[in-house]
């Protein structure tokens, strides 16, 4: 599967209030794992990391 494919569905989930990563870090492992494989570029690696950085602002709060 494209890598780019699994960071947009990594991302997608970080909005979800069901999700088990709200603060995104596995999306963020992915796209730097993906990065140092040289399967994105360093262009991709800026836009994937701003959208990861604006998922988790956006996500819903979750009571402590």
């Known amino acids: 599967m494209s890598p780019h ?36 570029t360093l262009e991709e690696f800026n836009h994937y990391c701003a959208r990861q950085q604006k998922a988790v602002l956006c996500a819903p709060r979750r009571a402590a």
Do not use: H, M, Q
């Open 5 to 40: 494919i699994l960071i947009d569905k990594f991302i997608d989930v970080i909005g979800d209030y069901e999700s088990p990563d709200p603060a995104g870090i596995e999306a963020l492992r992915r796209i730097t794992a993906f990065w140092l494989d040289n399967a994105i």
